[in-house]
């Protein structure tokens, strides 16, 4: 049961991904956050587009007009001299019939104007004119930032068309004019209307003999205009920001709610487990948040469960010698005339106190072997030197009549495996299983610990085997022996020797090293300990 729940938990681990196309509430996120900024630069380029042809078409008309008006003032309005007939090109700009919103101004080649289709015209207006005021801060500043725009970004902005129109002076723009040239700009009037001007010669053969000047102002209306159909676009983009940050708000801020009060509920100890399964079947980030905390918690709670029955245990174990030493106390008071059973009496009493020693220190080395994995970081082992070095220290024994003695053989035939592990921890494994084996193995025997290569599928693995001469492991005991306190002492084995938490250190430091262990008889009597350990 305990490794099927070892392999659900590692099937929860979720696969690393790119950070960004990997993640679905990344994805979610670009796209949300994008979708706004696209109609916005989608309706500003098609609204650009749209002010842009409009105000080259302008131009365009305007100079086709003014061609027309050159012609007729040329005819109509010039002496052989040449000069300008005055009086014939005024009443000429009264027959033009401009529109409304269009006017025509006739200047001399020394800049003086002698027309003005605003004055001349006999169009009389219905409704009273607003009074007149100057234009306000907003208009100046509209004014001011455009012209700052158009002179900062116009070189670098690229043109559509030869027929884009520059902004500049109307001095500038005449002083084409007068030297036969035709000149279009855009500006901004004293009242802060921009206009489209074009300004042509006025011409008798090859003399220029006044400038026209035809100057448009309708732009800002029809920029106003412009304005106002960018509004459903920006209306748009704000409806789609908001259900967006909506659904980012139900779809992320949410859940992590959720499992911030969960966990809140398990630390006030109102709640043993997270218990959200509507966010653990999510297929994201946050599913996989959910299923990571709640198989951490399942974890705690599996980990508290056991430091529980583990003090349960070392309180159990620690009772027996006491109550022994105890009674051993009381009754050497009633028998302190009898020197035999006093010598008795202390006896148990130092073997009492050495088996209370040796669980003291298993249970402290058992407290400390946790922190140990977790703090001391871990490194590549060539196995076959690590446990020919751990098995040498067993050489010194060799030497003493009856005592168990420890070879080692490499079967790997100098393959170099290498381990992903930590020295201590491994060392206290190979220690616990090798001084196991020596406690069953009869007096001269030989405890035989070998090194091979096998697999596990494509795993290459390092095992490692001891084996002894004693008399083996009863079939029903092959995997209790790894249990807390566990102890089947042989005949003849002094009594406090073994705390029976040797084999079960061994098992809880090769599952920290994603390895195995296991027990088995021998075909030609004694027992076999196997540790596999995946090798790099």
Same mark, same amino acid.
């Given at each position: 049961m305990a490794e099927a729940r070892k392999d659900r938990k590692k099937a929860r681990i979720p696969s690393r991904g790119s950070v960004i196309f990997g993640s679905r509430i990344a994805r979610l996120i670009f796209a949300s956050n994008l979708a706004g900024l696209a109609i916005l630069i989608v309706g500003a380029m098609v609204l650009n587009e749209m002010r842009a042809g409009f105000v080259v078409s302008k131009k365009q008309d305007l100079v086709a007009q003014a061609q027309i008006f050159t012609s007729l003032l040329g005819e109509d309005a010039t002496t052989p001299q040449p000069a300008l007939d005055e009086e014939a090109a005024r009443q000429t700009i009264v027959r033009l019939n401009l529109p409304e919103r269009v006017r025509a101004r006739i200047y001399l080649p020394n800049g003086e104007m002698i027309g003005d289709s605003f004055y001349l015209s006999e169009r009389v207006d219905v409704d009273a004119l607003p009074p007149l005021? #100057?234009? *306000?801060?907003?208009?100046?500043?509209g004014r001011n930032l455009s012209e700052w725009a158009g002179n900062v970004f116009g070189p670098v902005m690229p043109r559509n068309s030869s027929d884009a129109i520059?902004?500049?002076? %109307?001095? #500038?723009?005449?002083?084409?004019?007068?030297? *036969?040239? #035709?000149?279009?700009?855009?500006? %901004? +009037?004293?009242?802060?209307?921009?206009?489209?001007?074009? +300004?042509?010669?006025?011409?008798?053969?090859?003399?220029?003999?006044?400038?026209?000047?035809? #100057?448009?102002?309708?732009?800002?209306?029809?920029?106003?205009?412009?304005?106002?159909?960018?509004?459903?676009?920006i209306g748009v983009a704000v409806l789609v920001a908001f259900i967006t940050s909506v659904l980012l708000t139900l779809g992320i801020a949410r859940p992590l709610r959720r499992l911030s009060l969960a966990a809140d509920r398990i630390r006030a100890g109102s709640s043993e487990r997270i218990d959200v399964p509507a966010l653990t079947s999510r297929k994201d980030e946050i599913g996989n948040l959910a299923t990571s905390m709640q198989g951490m918690t399942e974890a705690l709670i599996e980990r508290i469960q056991a430091n529980e029955q583990f003090a349960a245990d070392v309180a159990h174990e620690l009772k027996n010698p006491l109550t022994s030493i105890r009674s051993a106390v009381e009754t050497a008071e009633r028998v302190q005339g009898d020197p035999a059973a006093t010598e008795r009496l202390r006896a148990v009493i130092a073997q009492d106190v050495k088996r209370l020693d040796r669980l003291i220190t298993d249970i402290s080395n058992a407290s400390r072997l946790e922190a140990e994995m977790t703090r001391v970081p871990s490194e590549?082992?060539?196995?076959?030197? %690590?446990?020919?070095?751990?098995?040498?220290?067993?050489?010194?024994?060799?030497?003493?009549?009856?005592?168990?003695?420890?070879?080692?053989?490499?079967?790997?035939?100098?393959?170099?495996?290498?381990?992903? *592990?930590?020295? *201590?921890?491994?060392?206290?494994?190979?220690?616990?299983?090798?001084?196991?084996?020596?406690?069953?193995?009869?007096?001269?025997?030989?405890?035989?610990?070998?090194?091979?290569?096998?697999?596990?599928?494509?795993?290459?693995?390092?095992?490692?085997?001891?084996?002894?001469?004693?008399?083996?492991i009863p079939e029903d005991k092959l995997d209790t022996i790894f249990n807390r306190f566990y102890t089947d002492r042989p005949k003849g084995t002094a009594f406090g020797n073994n705390s029976g938490l040797g084999l079960s250190i061994v098992r809880q430091i090769v599952a920290t090293h994603r390895g195995k262990v296991w027990a088995e008889n021998r075909a030609e009597g004694g027992a076999r300990f196997c540790v596999d350990l995946p090798a790099s």
């Open positions: 005021k #100057e234009p *306000g801060r907003v208009a100046l500043w520059r902004t500049q002076t %109307f001095e #500038e723009e005449f002083d084409i004019a007068v030297r *036969g040239g #035709e000149a279009a700009s855009q500006r %901004f +009037s004293d009242r802060g209307q921009r206009v489209i001007s074009v +300004s042509m010669p006025i011409q008798r053969v090859s003399a220029v003999v006044g400038v026209l000047t035809m #100057e448009a102002s309708d732009i800002d209306e029809i920029i106003r205009a412009e304005r106002a159909a960018l509004v459903p676009f590549h082992i060539d196995i076959a030197r %690590f446990v020919r070095d751990v098995v040498s220290t067993y050489d010194s024994l060799a030497h003493d009549e009856g005592t168990v003695t420890v070879q080692f053989t490499d079967a790997t035939m100098g393959a170099r495996l290498l381990v992903r *592990g930590r020295e *201590g921890p491994l060392g206290q494994v190979i220690r616990n299983l090798v001084d196991n084996a020596r406690s069953f193995s009869p007096a001269g025997g030989v405890v035989y610990v070998t090194l091979d290569q096998t697999n596990h599928g494509p795993q290459t693995v390092a095992q490692v085997r001891i084996e002894d001469g004693g008399p083996g």
